[in-house]
């Protein structure tokens, strides 16, 4: 049975750190290209990086790109997302989801992709 177990959010100052961690099971992670996504409050749910199947191609969408960091541990079955520099408009839940499109100009799911259930991230003073 496929499963993705995000943790890791929270609440957090602008300017600050967090670090998302997604645990699979039932597969291995050089098996898909994986990735996060996310949901602000009102707006439809957006690919903001990917992570290829070796490990050696990531991408990024432009909202995050030189502030977020997509890697994996195919020991540990866990994905991670090391956020910096937060902002308010980072805020939203972020899902963790295996079996993607993952190129330079795309990060969206396959029709057959397995997410997740989320974790909150709220960016606030």
């Known amino acids: 049975q496929v499963q993705l177990v995000e943790s890791g959010g929270g609440l957090v100052q602008p300017g600050g750190s967090l670090r998302l961690s997604c645990v699979v099971s039932?597969?291995?992670?050089?098996?898909?290209?994986i990735g996060w996504f996310r949901q602000a409050p009102g707006k439809v749910r957006e690919g903001i990086s990917c992570?290829?199947?070796?490990?050696?191609?990531?991408f990024y969408a432009d909202s995050v790109k030189g502030r977020f960091t997509i890697s994996k541990d195919n020991a540990k079955n866990t994905v991670y997302l090391q956020m910096n520099a937060l902002k308010p408009e980072d805020t939203g839940v972020y899902y963790c989801?295996?079996?993607?499109?993952?190129?330079?100009?795309?990060?969206?799911?396959?029709?057959?992709?397995?997410w997740g259930q989320g974790t909150q991230v709220t960016v606030s003073s």
């Open positions: 989801a295996a079996d993607l499109q993952c190129q330079w100009y795309r990060i969206s799911p396959r029709a057959r992709a397995s």
């Open positions: 039932g597969f291995n992670l050089d098996d898909y290209p």
């Open positions: 992570i290829n199947t070796s490990g050696t191609m990531t």
